[in-house]
């Protein structure tokens, strides 16, 4: 499986955007980059996933690299509900099935 | 989103006895889980796949003979830890595969050994 590196930990303040940066150097063509997050105590939840376009949902957006060889994950507007480990992860083509392997991720708090 | 619920949520037992963890898929049919175990400020780490009405498929270093996986139904699967012992320690999780490109993942069960 191809790896992920993120930073382990980032600091934001509330209602400002949060840019998490993925890099994934060795991604294959039919990898989707998928995001999970996940709050302390609790099972991951799934974020956005993208495989070469931008995109945007009610949560977040995704940007992705021309190269495809990193990815942002942007929060518009971070509350102290998004303080959680944020973490990127590169999926094959074969949709819900294909197993996720999870790396270290990117713990995020949030500042009042 | 979809709803997977996990029970119990926490369960303490005894060093040398079995445990028993249901995963399930509340208002969608999952024909795969994945069950994951999460030690303390660490990340998950993938244990089985779970195919409804097949035997599991273990990752490499995860013991089948301890970690029972039943996936009888394609709302249910369950996790037995067998001859618990404190070392098994730790937060499991279960997910369901959605119809396309996402998992759903159960709220976790905290199991204690002592």
């Known amino acids: 499986d191809a790896k992920t590196t993120q930073p382990n930990s980032m600091e934001s303040n509330e209602e400002e955007p949060v840019h998490l940066p993925c890099n994934h150097s060795?991604?294959?063509?039919?990898?989707?980059i998928h995001w999970y997050r996940q709050l302390p105590s609790q099972g991951p939840e799934y974020v956005i996933h993208?495989?070469?376009s931008n995109v945007n949902n009610r949560m977040a957006s995704l940007a992705i690299a021309e190269d495809r060889k990193s990815s942002t994950l942007i929060l518009h507007r971070a509350t102290l509900r998004d303080a959680a480990v944020y973490y990127c992860i590169l999926r094959g083509y074969g949709g819900a099935t294909n197993k996720l392997i999870f790396g270290t991720g990117t713990l995020l708090a949030v500042q009042p | 989103g979809a709803v997977v619920s996990q029970h119990p949520s926490r369960v303490i037992c005894k060093s040398g006895t079995s445990v028993k963890i249901e995963c399930r898929s509340l208002d969608f049919q999952a024909t795969t889980m994945f069950w994951y175990r999460q030690f303390p400020k660490q990340s998950l780490m993938l244990m089985a796949t779970?195919?409804?009405?097949?035997?599991?498929?273990?990752e490499q270093g995860v013991e089948k003979d301890k970690f029972l996986i039943n996936h009888a139904s394609l709302t249910l699967s369950t996790l037995t830890v067998t001859s618990a012992h404190p070392e098994d320690s730790s937060f499991y999780i279960c997910?369901?595969?959605?119809?396309?490109?996402?998992?759903?993942f159960g709220p976790g069960t905290r199991l204690t050994v002592t």
């Open positions: 993208g495989l070469t």
């Open positions: 060795t991604i294959s063509g039919t990898d989707y």
């Open positions: 997910s369901a595969a959605g119809l396309l490109y996402e998992q759903y």
């Open positions: 779970s195919n409804e009405g097949s035997k599991a498929t273990y």
